[in-house]
């Protein structure tokens, strides 16, 4: 009867708006997006009027209590344009999966010719509860608007845009109308298949995480240890948990010799399950660290005293005599000779004198 009523009471807005005709901007009529079965709720108004370069606000909250706010700037004036949003809790119809997880807000958002024509900007807020966002297991911080790209066939995140998690909205900046939903990341702790799935950016095991590798998921990654992570890894370097009715409990030898740049170890499961389910890694590479030789003492030489430098020997100074000084020389002795002599003769002579 509910139902009933609410598609009665569509019929008589959109015959009063003259849009039970009217196509959106995926082609469908305005009637068939509104008997969807995920349609919830709608908001039309057929008395649009703006002023040129001038904020005009619409309060478009839904027959849903969906709260919908559009700052609207136009290029020109507008006068008596129509605006028609309806309201989804899925994504709405001739649209494909948003891909990431949502919190159920999807809307159709469709205008007269005359706003659309002389849309310079717009920019929604659509609000959300504290409830809605901890119900679907999303990071409040990582809420996007998103909007339907009919040429390409997929979502896209609104930019400009963000949230205001102390108002609680998620806001974008627009410059044309189409299909718009409200999707985020998930938190650590929730399931999922990609990297892209969480808001921390590690799918691990298909659970979002804080890290990778996460230390307490009963799995023993590359770079967790024993050493490290016994919880994961055993205290021998394996792992024990259970599954399905049987356990593991992996149990490996130590790592081999650097071997060509490889180091490998032997595990075996000492549980009760037949299976390789968390199996640690059985090779890694690795790095021969080459120890430097010891440090050799030289034998110690014996330095030679240099010896201090003779004094060059003495070069004889040549004699400063010269010719005509001998021949003075000698005849001075000759001439003393004479006269000695001489005076030797004169004596002889007075004596015989005197013998005489």
């Known amino acids: 009867m509910k139902k009933i009523t609410f598609i009665l009471a569509i019929f008589i807005e959109l015959a009063l708006l003259n849009l039970v005709s009217a196509e959106n901007n995926s082609g469908l009529s305005i009637a068939t997006m509104l008997l969807h079965e995920s349609a919830k709720g709608f908001y039309t108004n057929n008395t649009i009027s703006t002023v040129a370069n001038a904020t005009t606000i619409i309060n478009a909250t839904t027959t849903s209590n969906t709260v919908i706010i559009l700052q ?3 290029t020109s ?3 008596n344009s129509s605006i028609i949003i309806i309201d989804y809790n899925s994504t709405p119809p001739n649209t494909t999966s948003i891909g990431i997880l949502g919190l159920n807000k999807f809307f159709d958002i469709n205008v007269g010719s005359g ?10 807020n659509i609000t959300y509860t504290d409830s809605e966002v901890t119900a679907a297991g999303l990071d409040e911080n990582s809420l996007r608007l998103y909007h339907y790209n009919t040429s390409s066939g997929s979502w896209e995140e609104v930019s400009p845009g963000g949230v205001n998690n102390v108002s609680n909205y998620v806001w974008g900046n627009l410059t044309s109308f189409s299909s718009f939903g409200l999707g985020g990341l998930k938190t650590n702790g929730q399931s999922c298949t990609a990297n892209a799935n969480c808001s921390s950016g590690h799918c691990v095991h298909n659970v979002c995480r804080v890290s990778l590798p996460y230390c307490g998921d009963g799995y023993c990654d590359i770079g967790e240890s024993n050493a490290n992570c016994p919880s994961d890894c055993g205290v021998t370097g394996g792992g024990v948990f259970a599954t ?8 490996c030898t130590e790592w081999s010799e650097c071997i060509d740049g490889v180091q490998t170890r032997t595990c075996t499961n000492l549980g009760s399950c037949f299976d390789n389910k968390g199996k640690p890694i059985e090779s890694q590479s690795c790095t021969v660290n080459l120890t430097a030789p010891k440090n050799i003492t030289p034998p ?7 010896e201090e430098p003779k004094a060059p020997a003495k070069t004889p100074t040549p004699s400063t005599t010269t010719p005509l000084g001998l021949g ?6 000759i001439a003393i000779s004479i006269v000695i002599t001489a005076i030797i003769l004169k004596k ?4 015989k004198r005197l013998i005489s």
Do not use: D, H, M
């Open 244 to 251: 399905g009715g049987c356990t593991y409990n992996w149990t």
């Open 77 to 79: 004036n507008v006068t």
């Open 348 to 351: 002889r002579r007075q004596n």
């Open 115 to 124: 706003l659309s024509s002389s849309l310079g900007w717009a920019i929604i």
């Open 300 to 306: 110690t030489v014996p330095t030679k005293t240099p």
């Open 72 to 74: 609207v700037i136009t």
């Open 328 to 333: 003075v020389g000698l005849i001075a002795v």
